[in-house]
């Protein structure tokens, strides 16, 4: 059997156990949603929690395959589990795709690097491993290091086609953590969508899905964190068909000697960013875009964001920023109407 046949078998497994329940399309019209038919689940995955709400008039519990599809994603994308494909690929030179979801995340990978000059690019993962935010138990290295580490960053050191990807440079590595949750996000969305839901919220480690209107009959209303005082918003926009994804250093870093050191690398220096900005959300129709442009925008900046959010108008951006002492924002003009009292 070819590792094409053998992907093919995988993957009608896993759809099939996904979408076992039978396909639901409902009649009700929109206005006589009822907040009775809105269910909740909670759960964890990727090293943080998940909260799902969606509108069901049957009321199934949809947990169960919910949790079934995020535990193959993360067989697939999780670089802490040590039989996941990417592990397999970070420990060898070659490897081939037998669950769904490597290629996808790797080609949007591809496509946002392109898109900020090579901002976004998982082959960091030596550098942010080098930094102890990987697996192993790593801080602090010294220049030779970073100049050492630094040759085995870049998306031309491997090839990839929809059944495998290769090394072109021994020791090349991947690291999803900066668009997986968002990649998890859609996952989840579209199992929903192929269950016929049409109005529901996906939060994976707050990065976030929205599909229609909530149980007020509304928009769903989102919060954005606060970087100067956690676990307080700053503000909070509406969203029905959109996603949104928040990237900052004020929840993943540590401290040595009273320094703080966070996990945001710039790929092209090896160093952690130092700038001004705090935190970045961005809105897109996907949530893996999301997720992947927000991380990019933090490393780029406040100035050479904005020059490819205009290239780029799709997406809705929202930058907070500290400006000598004082905190600011940036918002792109389609937020205007997006933006509410928190």
């Not at 759960?43 to 509108?55: A, E, L």
């Not at 990417?86 to 290629?103: A, E, H």
């Not at 509406?238 to 690398?265: C, F, P, W």
């Not at 220096?269 to 705090?278: M, Y």
Request: charged residues 20%.
């Amino acid at each position: 059997m070819n590792p094409n046949q053998k992907k093919n078998i995988i993957y009608s497994i896993v759809l099939l156990a996904s979408v076992a329940i039978t396909w639901w399309v409902r009649n009700q019209p929109e206005a006589e949603t009822s907040k009775d038919t809105y269910i909740k689940v909670q759960g964890k995955t990727m090293g943080t929690t998940y909260n799902i709400k969606y509108r069901d008039d049957q009321s199934r519990d949809l947990k169960p395959s919910i949790d079934s599809l995020l535990e193959v994603f993360n067989q697939s994308v999780n670089h802490y589990l040590p039989d996941s494909e990417i592990t397999q690929f970070n420990q060898q030179d070659t490897l081939y795709f037998d669950l769904p979801y490597f290629y996808p995340v790797l080609k949007r990978s591809d496509e946002i690097m392109q898109a900020t000059n090579g901002a976004f690019d998982p082959t960091v993962a030596p550098l942010v491993n080098a930094w102890g935010f990987g697996p192993e138990d790593q801080r602090l290295p010294d220049s030779t290091t970073i100049d050492s580490l630094l040759q085995l960053v870049g998306f031309g050191k491997i090839d990839y086609t929809e059944e495998y990807v290769t090394k072109k440079v021994t020791d090349v590595s991947l690291n999803f953590s900066a668009i997986a949750k968002g990649g998890g996000v859609d996952v989840v969305g579209e199992y929903l969508d192929q269950q016929g839901v049409e109005n529901f919220m996906v939060e994976i480690g707050g990065e976030v899905l929205c599909r229609g209107i909530n149980d007020k009959g509304e928009p769903w209303k989102i919060g954005i964190d606060d970087p100067n005082r956690i676990g307080n918003m700053s503000a909070a926009v509406t969203l029905s068909n959109q996603a949104i994804a928040t990237s900052g250093n004020y929840r993943n870093y540590y401290e040595v000697d009273g320094k703080k050191y966070a996990h945001t690398i710039d790929p092209k220096t090896g160093q952690q960013v130092t700038h001004s900005v705090l935190s970045v959300s961005v809105i897109a129709d996907d949530c893996m875009t999301a997720d992947g442009f927000a991380t990019a925008f933090m490393v780029l900046g406040l100035e050479a964001t904005q020059k490819i959010i205009a290239r780029n108008p799709s997406l809705e951006v929202l930058i907070i920023y500290d400006d000598n002492g004082t905190t600011k924002t940036f918002q792109t003009n389609g937020l205007e109407d997006m933006v509410v009292n928190s």
